[in-house]
């Protein structure tokens, strides 16, 4: 029995896994493709770039679309349909030659990574309670996986078919894969709660929403999307413009850059198993060395070599930035994770929605340098609502300590006055 729970469980995440690879394919491919999206299309490159919003915009869509229904049919059903939504976008996006079809496409890519993400994390609580952190530390990395995969497929395609197609069918197939995979299997469901829980629950999300610690949070997350789908969405197509080399030559960046998140998610655990930086000092390091590489890849995109090596440690600096900042929340907000979670994947929507066509418009009016500056602010200013977070943390605990030591002496001059 113990044998068979465990061949089910190793079932269960290499699913997910597959899933997750799936997404990481996906969602990177729009990016490195923009300008052929907009050529076919028929649209100027910044027009293009509205894709990102509406993709983000879904995202959104999706969490608050799961998290509705997820305990009436499930987060099986809800992963299954969010890799049905994520593989007909995928088929559809490279076909189209209509551009409000092309942004409908990326509107389904994005609900679809909604409904998948907030299913897949219920169900690694619930399938992997004791090796919970270990687990989503990997799922994470098959997500870089398949982003630095997808730009990979997308230069042999195009110098071997000459056509992006074939790259966005293996991101749908892979979806297929996931989902009669699933099928069979077993998955954890949620548990009911009575309606005085559900009362209880709403009490909560009025304080939990007042708190400025979970909107510092989320302002982290914001600017952390910035510099991560800003940076992997136009990477592309800017050292294309800048070196003047086509976009088969310059994918190899942002395979690059996605091979660094996932090679920086798996160094950053290892850094923290081996208690070499604390979490908070190595979301500063991240921070300083993501905002510097991405500086160099700004002012220098013509220089092929020295902006190909500060993509690649953009990208490993940005890798650990998304895991802390979750891990950090989730214990700050243990009592409250299903409000904090949503509140901080919406503010990364919002941010998916605004940042990614700023870039864009000031790529086409203002020039390289001036679009892809701005990832790499992103990336430094994190620093700020990080440190506020921090020492609101700090004095919260210490007001805390405060009113407790009160508390107690009064107790003690009760005591003291009724023995005398």
Same mark, same amino acid.
């Given at each position: 029995?113990?044998?068979?729970?465990?061949?089910?469980?190793?079932?269960l995440?290499?699913?997910?896994?597959?899933?997750?690879?799936?997404?990481?394919?996906?969602?990177?491919?729009?990016?490195?493709?923009?300008?052929?999206?907009a050529?076919?299309?028929?649209?100027?490159?910044?027009?293009?770039?509205?894709?990102?919003?509406?993709?983000?915009?879904?995202?959104?869509?999706?969490?608050?679309?799961?998290?509705?229904?997820v305990?009436?049919?499930?987060?099986?059903?809800?992963?299954?349909?969010?890799?049905?939504?994520?593989?007909?976008?995928?088929?559809?996006?490279?076909?189209?030659?209509?551009?409000p079809?092309?942004?409908?496409?990326?509107?389904?890519?994005?609900?679809?990574?909604?409904?998948?993400?907030?299913?897949?994390?219920?169900?690694?609580?619930?399938?992997?309670?004791?090796?919970?952190?270990?687990?989503?530390?990997?799922?994470?990395?098959?997500?870089?996986? /398949?982003?630095? #995969?997808?730009?990979? +497929? $997308?230069?042999? &395609?195009?110098?071997?078919?000459?056509?992006?197609? *074939? @790259?966005? %069918?293996?991101?749908?197939?892979?979806?297929?894969?996931?989902?009669?995979?699933?099928?069979?299997?077993r998955?954890p469901?949620?548990?009911?709660?009575?309606?005085?829980r559900?009362?209880?629950?709403?009490?909560?999300?009025?304080?939990?929403?007042?708190?400025?610690?979970?909107?510092?949070?989320?302002?982290?997350?914001?600017?952390?999307?910035?510099?991560?789908?800003?940076?992997?969405?136009?990477?592309?197509?800017?050292?294309?413009?800048?070196?003047?080399?086509?976009?088969?030559?310059?994918?190899?960046?942002?395979?690059?850059?996605?091979?660094?998140?996932?090679?920086?998610?798996?160094?950053? /655990?290892?850094? #923290?198993?081996?208690e +070499? $930086?604390?979490? &908070?000092?190595?979301?500063?390091?991240?921070?300083? *060395? @993501?905002? %510097?590489?991405?500086?160099?890849?700004?002012?220098f995109?013509?220089?092929?070599?020295?902006?190909?090596?500060?993509?690649?440690?953009?990208?490993?600096?940005?890798?650990?930035?998304?895991?802390g900042?979750?891990?950090?929340?989730?214990?700050?907000?243990?009592?409250?994770?299903?409000?904090?979670?949503?509140?901080?994947?919406?503010?990364?929507?919002?941010?998916?929605?605004?940042?990614?066509?700023?870039?864009?418009?000031?790529?086409?009016?203002?020039?390289?340098?001036?679009?892809?500056?701005?990832?790499?602010?992103?990336?430094?200013?994190?620093?700020?609502?990080?440190?506020?977070?921090?020492?609101?943390?700090?004095?919260?605990l210490?007001?805390?300590?405060?009113?407790?030591?009160?508390?107690?002496?009064?107790?003690? @001059?009760?005591?003291?006055?009724?023995?005398?």
């Amino acid at each position: 029995m113990i044998h068979g729970a465990t061949q089910n469980r190793r079932l269960l995440f290499f699913t997910l896994y597959i899933a997750y690879i799936c997404t990481g394919i996906v969602s990177a491919l729009p990016g490195p493709s923009l300008s052929l999206l907009a050529t076919h299309t028929r649209v100027t490159l910044d027009i293009a770039g509205w894709i990102f919003s509406a993709s983000s915009f879904g995202f959104m869509t999706g969490v608050v679309i799961s998290g509705s229904l997820v305990r009436r049919i499930g987060p099986k059903s809800i992963l299954i349909s969010g890799l049905i939504l994520m593989a007909v976008a995928s088929i559809i996006t490279p076909w189209t030659h209509l551009f409000p079809v092309l942004v409908g496409a990326l509107f389904l890519e994005g609900i679809g990574f909604g409904v998948l993400d907030v299913s897949i994390n219920i169900i690694v609580t619930l399938a992997f309670p004791d090796t919970l952190g270990e687990t989503l530390n990997n799922l994470h990395s098959s997500f870089g996986a /398949g982003a630095l #995969l997808g730009p990979l +497929l $997308l230069s042999v &395609v195009l110098q071997t078919l000459r056509d992006m197609t *074939g @790259a966005y %069918l293996v991101g749908g197939f892979i979806g297929i894969v996931g989902v009669l995979l699933l099928l069979r299997q077993r998955v954890p469901v949620l548990p009911t709660h009575a309606e005085t829980r559900q009362q209880q629950t709403n009490i909560r999300l009025s304080s939990i929403l007042r708190q400025p610690l979970l909107w510092l949070m989320a302002i982290q997350l914001f600017l952390y999307v910035g510099g991560e789908v800003g940076f992997g969405s136009w990477i592309v197509t800017a050292v294309s413009q800048s070196a003047a080399i086509t976009l088969a030559l310059a994918a190899p960046w942002a395979t690059v850059f996605w091979a660094g998140l996932t090679a920086g998610r798996i160094l950053g /655990g290892q850094v #923290l198993k081996r208690e +070499l $930086l604390t979490e &908070v000092r190595l979301l500063y390091v991240c921070a300083i *060395g @993501a905002g %510097l590489s991405g500086l160099v890849v700004a002012f220098f995109p013509t220089y092929l070599v020295v902006s190909f090596i500060a993509s690649g440690l953009m990208g490993l600096f940005l890798g650990p930035l998304w895991p802390g900042i979750m891990a950090i929340s989730s214990r700050w907000f243990v009592h409250a994770l299903n409000i904090a979670s949503s509140t901080l994947l919406i503010s990364a929507g919002v941010s998916g929605m605004i940042l990614p066509v700023t870039i864009g418009f000031l790529i086409a009016h203002a020039g390289v340098g001036w679009g892809m500056a701005i990832p790499a602010l992103c990336s430094l200013v994190i620093i700020l609502p990080l440190s506020l977070a921090l020492w609101q943390r700090g004095h919260t605990l210490h007001s805390a300590a405060g009113t407790h030591t009160m508390d107690d002496t009064a107790a003690q @001059a009760s005591n003291t006055q009724q023995t005398i």
